[in-house]
Each structure stands twice: as C-alpha cells, then as structure tokens.
C-alpha cells in the first residue's frame, strides 16, 4: 500500500486523483446505465438512467415523455459544464460526525470521524468546509500543522484507505512542507498511532 501511496502522490496533483476518482466512477455508472434496445434499423443504446422526481416525473418509457425533454436536460448540463459554474456536489455537508480527543502511543490525538459524505465529497472547496467543521466542533484544533494533517487526510487518505474510522491529527507533528507531509503519509514527525 505504502508504493500506491507514493506514486499517487508524487506523481498526480492532488485534484488529479479526485477528479480521475470521479471519471472513474461516472464510467463504471454510466456502463451500467445501457441497455440494448431493438428498433427497424438495429440496435441503439438507451440510457435507462431517465430524469425523474420524487413526484414521480414522466421517464422515458412513461406517457408524457418526449424527446424535447431529453435536449433540456442535455442542453442544461451542457451549459453548466461549460459555464464555468460549479455544479453540485451529491454529497453535500456536513462533512464531519464527530471529533474526540485520545491518549495514543504519540501523544494527545484528535480523532475526526468524518460522515459517509465527508468521504465521498468531490466539491471545490469541500477540504476548507469539513475543516470549519472540525474547529466548529473544537477550536483548539485550530493551529497550521493540525490543519495540514487534515487537508493531506481528505486530499489523499480518502482514497488511499477510505473506510479508515478515523482521521487522527496530532498536535504534537511539526509544519512540515507538503511533500514531507506526503512522503509521510500524513504523519510527520513519526509513525502514525
């Protein structure tokens, strides 16, 4: 694991493995959303992912759908994505359950137990909120290399060991640069507890 660790960090900037993390996963969805439907001139693929709402909106294999509303929404999508506006998360906050304090082999450690959306965010800005959510819940964990901890912990643990129970933030580490942060697998300063 500690290889897979550093060649995704060294190699690809951090965004790069959340994005790539959501393409991925956007594909395998996608895949799995085809089907293979007969018509006079063959075969053509239909998403079965139709647009609908909790009201019960009409889909395409429902009376009322048209293909005028399959070109809005593409046509909407399309202007989102080209725009330059964000679009929105699916996992919206709060991105933090909850945070404990624990004496550990390292010394005093704040353990965040992040919610199942704060382990799946993809937002711009996601990192900066779970963190104002963190010192919302104790602001004395609010020092710079406290910090670092956590944004290395979100930007790359995640992906590394994403059902880890807690993310553990030591006061006691040194700022360190982001490379040694990387190199160290978010425990700088000695191993983790």
Not at 53 to 79: I, L, V, Y
């Amino acid at each position: 694991m500690g290889n897979s660790w550093n060649s995704i960090a060294q190699r690809v900037p951090r965004r790069v493995v959340v994005v790539v993390a959501v393409v991925v996963g956007a594909m395998t969805f996608l895949a799995g959303c085809s089907e293979s439907v007969p018509s006079s001139s063959g075969p053509t693929a239909v998403s079965s992912a139709a647009p609908t709402s909790a009201s019960g909106a009409a889909g395409p294999d429902q009376p009322g759908w048209s293909d005028t509303e399959d070109a809005e929404a593409a046509d909407s999508t399309e202007g989102a994505a080209t725009s330059g506006r964000p679009t929105a998360d699916p996992y919206p906050p709060p991105y933090i359950d909850h945070v404990t304090w624990a004496d550990t082999a390292v010394g005093r450690s704040l353990q965040v137990t992040p919610t199942p959306n704060g382990r799946s965010s993809t937002a711009d800005g996601g990192a900066a909120e779970a963190w104002r959510e963190v010192v919302a819940k104790d602001p004395t964990a609010d020092t710079p290399g406290m910090q670092a901890q956590f944004d290395c912990h979100w930007n790359f643990a995640r992906a590394v060991d994403p059902g880890k129970p807690s993310w553990n933030l030591e006061p006691s580490r040194p700022v360190v640069t982001e490379q040694v942060m990387i190199q160290t697998r978010c425990n700088p300063g000695g191993p983790e507890e």
